[in-house]
């Protein structure tokens, strides 16, 4: 059952955000600019840490899958064959009661009758085409002649770069080519935080395959994707994949599933894994003249490979591993006292920072000089933050805000001072369940690594 949207849990989500350096308003200081957000420095480790999860899994630890990074500006005769410029609209609508310019699948129905979700007007203008795509000019001149767009989507620069890829990394069919990058889109209605955005990042894969593999490949990669999300920590409960109707899919698929994830604004997708036949491959190779052809050295055929495409949105999984991980719960103050806690459970995998180090007390000169030293031993295997500012507990509090899954504490015990035989080891503090082991420093890189690899 789809779940009820919870506006409130949005709203603290948001806030954290900001207060604790995830994510901005872009040109903030100048009343921001609708649909674009800036990262700050917990949101790029975020950010960066899940694009880096996705090339492993999609490109380093599979033999079928090379990558690519294409320019964002390509030659306009991509998007003409591609069908964006001609197709790549969204029908819009104008309210004239209220000036406001909305989506027509965005209107609210009462009685049968489509009305403004702003200010309930009806008089309404009739739906029209409206191309999102960002246009500008290259060159000095700004005419017809030097029009283009700045990318919608990462998946051309892919199928246009096919021949040369095909060719330099010798792949076989099947075979995949990745690419994480940046795409824009003029959206009519950004909303819901980082959700719609005009400015975002795709991670998309191109997997060639032979026509009558493509429903194959098309399941298989649903399952994988799937898993994908699971391995960053989100619940397999929170997601649904939806075999998107015949009448909703592009008329070149041959099949589509929508990943979708339950945000406290409602179910959206996250990520579209489709099976688009082999359209683009066709189209590129109509328009340039240039074949875009395999061939089979054992049968030797020649033909346009088809494609599975499963695409997925950073942005919109950054935003939802932070509602994912978003809790509250009850943890005992300095003196004992229960106080709510915000806790951000991030699969340590993809946690901003991974370790916190603190010494006891920041007078204590051994105490600080120990903790450096941890710092110095761990930071060329993870991004590790050190702390010595106020009371322990609060120290522990501003790290369960971010995410951080462990932390080091270093005490008069490190230093030998109580019993020797517990020279040299620390406390190691697991963010969920707030239990604490005693171990050798020597083993913590170890330890750790394991534990967020
Ligand atoms: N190449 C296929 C393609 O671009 P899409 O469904 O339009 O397909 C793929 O986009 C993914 O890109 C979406 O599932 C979503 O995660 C992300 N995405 C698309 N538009 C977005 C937007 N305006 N803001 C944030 N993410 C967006």
Redesign the pocket.
Known sequence: MNKSPDAHRMEKIVSLCKRRGFIFQSSEIYGGLNGCWDYGPLGVELKRNLKNYWWRVMVHERDDVVGMDGSILMNRAVWKASGHEDTFTDPMVDCRSCKARLRADQLVEKNGIKQCPNCGGKDLTTPRAFNLMFKTFVGATEDESSLTYLR????QAIFVQFKNILEVSRKKLPFGIAQIGK?F?N?IN?RNF?????E?E?M?LEYFCRAEEGMRWLDYWKEERLKFYENIGIARDNLHALTVPDEERAFYSKGTYDIEYDFPFGRQ????V?YRTDYDLSQHQKASGKSLEYFDEETKQRFIPHVV?P???V??TVLALICEAYSEDEAPDEKGKMETRIVLRFHPRIAPIKCAVFPLLKNKEPLVAKAKEIVALLRPHMYVFYDEVGAIGRRYRRQDEIGTPFGVTVDFETLGEKDPALRDTVTLRDRDSMKQERVPVKDLPGILVSRIS
């Open positions: 919608p989507e990462t998946a795409a889109r959206e950004p980082t959700f719609r955005s005009r975002f795709q998309e997708e996250l990520e579209g489709a495409e695409s997925a949105g942005d919109r």
